[in-house]
């Protein structure tokens, strides 16, 4: 049992590039999210998922596309890399939206750098 | 638009001092509050308060919410340089996904 698990931990892209950050659980979780945390701030929701098949915009959407063809794996994708999405990315998971917070699993997070 | 307060923003304490750290909240939705602390990580879970006025204890943590007020409290007793770290604060949205309003959070820093 891994967890979640992202990939990769650490990243370096160029202005323009596009990317995919990896996110898989293996605990069969219907509910999936990606967030980002910037210096002296929390973390911000940029998308999430309820199930596969369906998707929704969070607080940043912009500059990000996610998709959840299967249970297990939500990447989310940066279509043209920009220096604004140099960031940490958290992905996590939950069994339902209903939940005690111990339940709400992130993985160990994704540093980018957009040079 | 949901929004997350933390105060203060940052604090600087010695080994032995009580803390207490503050969060407000306007959740549209609002399920529970939730608390984690962050060592340059992921964020570890702490409480999740989703009853106003009972207090939840872990040790020398406790944390308490006030849904009339809209606000939670984190109290740090005896603090330990163990206990530096940011200290997050967050609203759950009731049935979206386990989608969590963080706010920017308290930086505490133990000093010996």
């Known amino acids: 049992n891994a967890g979640v698990t992202q990939t990769p931990k650490f990243q370096v892209l160029k202005t323009g590039q596009s990317m995919t950050l990896q996110c898989a659980q293996d605990?069969?979780?219907?509910?999936m999210s990606w967030y980002r945390q910037d210096p002296g701030m929390g973390l911000r929701l940029i998308h999430y998922?309820?199930?596969?098949?369906?998707?929704d915009q969070g607080e940043v959407p912009n500059g990000y596309n996610v998709s959840r063809s299967t249970t297990e794996d939500f990447p989310l994708r940066l279509l043209s890399a920009a220096p604004s999405q140099t960031s940490v990315y958290f992905c996590?998971?939950?069994?339902?939206?209903?939940?005690?917070?111990?339940?709400?699993?992130f993985g160990e997070g994704s540093w980018l750098t957009v040079v | 638009e949901d929004k997350v307060v933390q105060s203060p923003l940052s604090l600087v304490v010695h080994e032995g001092d009580t803390v207490t750290l503050n969060c407000s909240y306007e959740?549209?939705?609002?399920?529970?509050l939730l608390w984690y602390k962050q060592e340059k990580k992921a964020p570890t879970f702490l409480f999740m308060l989703?009853?106003?006025?009972i207090e939840k204890k872990s040790g020398r943590l406790s944390s308490i919410l006030d849904k009339k007020e809209l606000f939670s409290i984190l109290n740090i007793t005896a603090t330990q340089t163990g206990d530096s770290a940011v200290y997050l604060c967050?609203?759950?949205?009731?049935?979206?996904?386990?989608?969590?309003?963080f706010g920017q959070g308290t930086e505490l820093s133990v000093k010996p």
């Open positions: 996590a998971s939950s069994y339902d939206g209903t939940l005690s917070g111990n339940t709400i699993y």
């Open positions: 605990m069969n979780h219907e509910y």
């Open positions: 998922s309820v199930g596969a098949g369906i998707t």
């Open positions: 959740v549209t939705n609002f399920r529970s």
């Open positions: 989703t009853s106003s006025g």
């Open positions: 967050a609203g759950l949205i009731y049935n979206q996904g386990g989608k969590l309003i």
